[in-house]
């Protein structure tokens, strides 16, 4: 599991980016901002149910949740996927940028009104 320190998100694994003809580099990104501001996060628990893990187990406490917990894990993600994908969360994602970008702190409204000539 990792965790971004820009845009606060965790997710399993991150990427490398790969320009046209050439190799990925070796550089790993976040999957959300692109940003190399990432580190890895020690799993304690279960990613199924939750339970304290033993036995240097890296993900699931159980057999049960061996066989159950990729599926939720494929569920989370394209749920996620389609909230990233929506405009509202594009556009909220832009107002954040702008604002931490430039200092500021506009509201939905106001990013329109003052950035998009609304």
Same mark, same amino acid.
């Given at each position: 599991m990792y965790y971004c320190l820009d845009c606060e998100e #965790?997710?399993? $694994? =991150?990427? $490398?980016? &790969? &320009? #046209?003809? #050439? =190799? &990925?580099d070796k550089t790993d990104y976040c999957p959300y901002c692109d940003s190399k501001n990432i580190e890895e996060l020690v799993v304690e628990y279960c990613r199924c149910c939750g339970r304290k893990l033993k036995n240097g187990n890296r993900r699931y406490c159980s057999s049960v949740c061996i066989s159950r917990g990729p599926k939720m894990y494929e569920r989370q993600e394209k749920r996620l996927i389609k909230l990233r994908s929506s405009p509202i969360y594009q556009i909220a994602r832009k107002i954040a940028e702008y604002n931490k970008k430039n200092n500021t702190d506009l509201s939905y409204g106001q990013y329109v009104a003052l950035v998009c000539g609304g």
């Open positions: #965790k997710f399993e $694994r =991150p990427y $490398r980016k &790969a &320009a #046209k003809g #050439k =190799p &990925a």
